[in-house]
């Protein structure tokens, strides 16, 4: 998705076409709708309030973020990483229209779900002219080289989280969990990876797994229909 600052957001037509797609994969993929950036009232979509930053200079920046998408649509505990003292108006201001922004929600099976969304933001300005394209992804390269930049990724349903009571509370660390997720929307293949802090004990890494292998999975989702794809999700504290 591409946008500039100064255009209006008509998001009922894109609604639309996205809910008339074929869907033709698989039955099981086609009771699984992921959520999206796109609003029935375009007005409370996150790109249409998402500000650009007042940054002077030319630059391209690329910002990736996480989520919690309600049931109701609503963005919650949205958080961006932060590379460096550069990036923190543009988190700030992620942050800022995720607070009001709704969503169409991810529906499984014709019922609402709260999903983990993970996206990014591509701010760029060439001389006075800016834009920001919103891509709901995390950019992982096999996925890229499979798809693209646009594409929907993989969405995992937030369920009973077994790995919260078994993980350590209080001592940092870090794993990232790796899977494929077929069409039909289930996680395979899963594996680890230590980002930093402790290495977690062989229970809370396989409670990791276990929660990553029993989740519920919107497929990714390219040009309308869902495809395999690979899946990432940061653990820790």
Known sequence: MAHTTNSKFTWQAAVVALALMPFVSSDAAAQRVPAMFEFEEPEQSFPALLQFPDVAGEFSIMMLCASQIETSGKMKDTFCVIRNNGEVPFGEAIQKAAKK?????????????KIYLQFRVEFIKEGDAKSFHVFSNTGDA??????????????????????????????????????????????????????????????????????IESSLFTPAMFEGQPVPSAFVEPFGN
């Open 101 to 113: 922004a709704r969503m169409t929600p991810a529906i499984i099976d014709g019922k609402k779900q």
């Open 142 to 211: 096999e996925n890229i080289e499979a798809y693209g930049k646009d594409f929907i990724a993989a969405q995992r349903v937030i369920g009973k989280e077994p790995w919260m009571k078994v993980c350590p509370a209080r001592a940092q660390f870090g794993i990232t969990a790796r899977a494929h997720v077929s069409v039909e929307g289930v996680a395979s293949n899963v594996s680890l990876h230590h980002g930093y802090g402790i290495v977690p004990t062989g229970t809370c890494q396989q409670e990791i797994i276990r929660t």
